[in-house]
């Protein structure tokens, strides 16, 4: 399926962001799978691979699950990342980004090459290992959430930085991005939340030529909200989307507040 064949109960366009609002999850991650698909084939077509970025968050499970199983996509001219990684986890911890998108996406689809981040080195010196690799070409296309204090990867409005002429850099999580991965059972109480992650940046989230931005659920409704609404600064890092030339928000009626009316 390279065109979604689903309808959005509504969209509206703010500035350079096109938002779509779906009935449920389910609908929301099989529309933001076709849009993917129908921006990576003609990537490849042209004969050259595509560099894509991953989010890793329950936010994603649709539509990871539905690009998983999507047929025709040759992955091995895919190179894949993911945009930021917890410090401090052993390796093997579920919790672990890479381990959420190996067993989501990358064991099954096998992209030709996955560059992982390896929270266990020293993190200035792995954030910059990681941006060289991330900065060897372009990115294609980013596919990310938004969380619940408007964070982009762990872009934090205390460490959000919209000129940052990093690509990685380690950050302190706050207490509303640490509070969340408990709000989304990754872990069961706030003092086993890691403290401190690598992040790709918002200039590096930005980059890419395409963004695809996935975000179901009620308890991200303040933070679409303000996303497409609320004024563009680092109070709400979110709100750079609305700059990019090609960036598509799916929420579903519970994250975007919808009614369908009677």
């Excluded at 500035?15 to 849009?35: E, I, K, S």
């Excluded at 410090?87 to 672990?96: E, V």
């Excluded at 709000?183 to 940046?201: I, N, Q």
């Excluded at 679409?224 to 109070?235: F, K, L, Q, S, W």
Aim: hydrophobic share 40%; net charge negative.
């Amino acid at each position: 399926m390279s065109q979604s064949t689903l309808f959005p109960v509504y969209s509206l366009l703010k500035d350079n962001l096109r938002t779509h609002v779906y009935a449920d999850r389910r609908q929301l991650g099989r529309a933001a799978c076709d849009d993917f698909v129908a921006k990576l084939k003609p990537l490849l077509a042209i004969g050259r691979g595509a560099r894509v970025v991953f989010a890793a968050a329950p936010s994603q499970n649709e539509f990871l699950d539905a690009l998983a199983a999507e047929p025709g996509i040759d992955w091995s001219r895919v190179t894949a990342f993911h945009m930021d990684e917890y410090l401090g986890l052993p390796a093997g911890a579920p919790q672990r980004f890479a381990q959420y998108l190996g067993e989501r996406l990358f064991d099954k689809v096998k992209p030709g090459r996955v560059h992982l981040m390896r929270p266990e080195e020293d993190a200035e010196k792995e954030a910059l290992r990681y941006e060289g690799l991330l900065r060897e070409a372009p990115i294609d296309i980013v596919c990310l959430g938004i969380g619940e204090n408007g964070h982009l990867a762990f872009n934090d409005p205390p460490v959000a930085d919209f000129n940052d002429p990093r690509w990685v850099k380690p950050v302190e999580l706050d207490a509303a991005c640490r509070a969340q991965q408990v709000h989304d059972g990754c872990f069961g109480s706030l003092a086993r939340v890691p403290t401190h992650a690598l992040t790709m940046t918002v200039p590096a989230l930005m980059s890419a030529m395409h963004l695809i931005v996935i975000v179901p659920g009620h308890r991200k409704r303040e933070a679409v909200r303000r996303t497409i609404h609320g004024p563009i600064d680092e109070a709400c890092p979110a709100t750079a989307l609305r700059r990019h030339e090609s960036c598509t928000l799916y929420t579903d009626a519970d994250s975007f507040g919808y009614k369908q009316a009677d």
